[in-house]
C-alpha cells in the first residue's frame, strides 16, 4: 500500500520502518525537506538526525507534506500536537479528500517544562480539531497511549497481552485501521471507543502515562482493560 | 479504628460497609443529618435512600461534617467532587489537623450532560486543591480509578490482577494507606505515583474510564499497567 506518514520524529520513523518492511511504499512528509536533510545535531531523546535515519532505510521517501498526502492511499499523523493542524493545513485539502488519517499525535505542550500538558482537553480534543478543520478526511485516533516501539510490535510486551484503542466517526474508516492494526502490527484487541469524542479520554491518559514512565523508569509498558 | 468518611452516596456506603464488616467503628459525615435521613427517593443509579440503607448497617453512624472528622482518626472524602471543599470546610480546620485523608473524589461535572466534563485538570487536580486548602491535612489520593465494588474487593475481578494509584506528599501517610488498601481491601499492587500532583493523572483518567463503561456495558473493569 501506498503510505504517507506525516511528521520525521521518533514515531514517524518507527511506523515508516515497520510499513516499508512490511512490503509498503513509504513516503514521510515533512515541512521543508531541505531543512529536515540539513539538520545534523540529535534530537532531545538522543537519537540520531533523521538525514542519518533515512539512509539507513533507502525504501522510504522523503517529500513535502503536499507530496506526502498525494502519495499516500493513507495517512499517519505523527506530528507533534502542537503542529499538526497546520502540517495538514500546508498539505492542501484537494489532497486529503476522502482518505484515512491515522492520527497517533497528542496535544502535548512542553514549553512550560516538565511534565508537559496538554493544550486542549477535557471538553475538546486534538483528534476532534482535526476532524472539524478536515471534514473531508477519515480520522481515526489510535496508538498515541503507548510508545512507539509498542506501537509496530505488541507482542514485545507481555505477548500482546494490553491494548490499544481508536476512535473515530467513520465506522468503515475504523474497521478497516482496526483490520491493518492487527495485520501489520500484531495487535490482538483493539477497543473501538466509540465516536472521535472518545479521543478526549485517550488524550487525556497521557498526564498518568507521562508520570509512570517516570516511575517504572521505562516507557515500555502499556494499559491493560482488566474485565 | 475510628474512621470518618464524608459523603453519602455509593461510595461512601460500600466503603463504610466494608470498613465496618472489618471491625472498625465507622462514622458517615453528610451537610445536614436531618435532610439526609429525610431523603425517601431512590439515588440516580436507582440505590435506595440512604435511611434505609444505614438501617441495614445499625453499626455505622451518621454525623455532620464536623462530627465526623472530630470521631476519625482517619478520613475517607467520598463526597461528589464539586462538593468536596465546602464539606471539609464545613468540618473545620482544627478537626483535620494532622489527620490523614484519603481522597476518592473525582471533580466531575454531571451539569452540562453526559459524559460529565472534570470542572478542573490539566494544569491542578481537585486532590491538589484539597491538600493547599488544607495544608493541615495529609491528603492521599487513591481509589478514584475504579468503581465503587473494585475499591473494596478487587479479587472479584481478574482475581485482584490490576492496580490501584496513590499520589501525595506525606511519604509517612502514602505508605500507612498503602499497607491499609492491602489490609482491609486486598489490593496487591498499589504504583506510588509521587507527589499530590500527579493526582492529575488518575484524575484525568476518569473521561476514558466514563466512556469504557459505555463501551464495557458494565463497570466491573479496571485499569492493568503491563510491564
Known sequence: MKIAIFGT?????????KLAELGNEVMIG???????MA????????NPPFSQWIKQNP?????????????GELIFNATSGMASLAALQTAGKDKLK????????????????????LTICNTDSLGEQIQRTFPELKVV???????????????????????????????????????????WFGWKEVIDMGDITTARGTEMILPI????????????FNFKIVK
Not at 525504501?59 to 498526502?69: P, R, V, W
Open 141 to 183: 485516533k489510535t496508538l498515541n497511549t503507548m510508545n512507539a516501539n509498542l506501537m509496530v510490535n505488541p507482542a514485545k510486551l507481555a505477548n500482546g497481552d494490553h491494548h490499544v484503542f481508536v476512535s473515530g466517526n467513520d465506522a468503515t474508516a475504523k474497521m478497516k485501521v482496526t483490520d491493518l492494526l492487527k495485520k
Open 209 to 220: 502515562w507521562l508520570r509512570l514512565w517516570g516511575v517504572l523508569q521505562t516507557p515500555m
Open 39 to 46: 539538520r545534523s545535531e540529535k534530537d532531545v531523546y538522543g
Open 9 to 17: 520524529g521518533i514515531v514517524g520513523q518507527t511506523i515508516g520502518k
Open 98 to 117: 476522502g482518505k484515512i488519517l491515522i492520527d497517533i499525535s497528542n496535544p502535548l505542550d512542553f514549553s512550560k517544562g516538565m511534565p508537559p500538558t
Open 59 to 71: 525504501k522510504i521517501k522523503l517529500g513535502s507534506y503536499a507530496e506526502a498526502a498525494a502519495h
Open 30 to 36: 515533512t515541512r521543508d525537506v531541505s531543512k529536515t
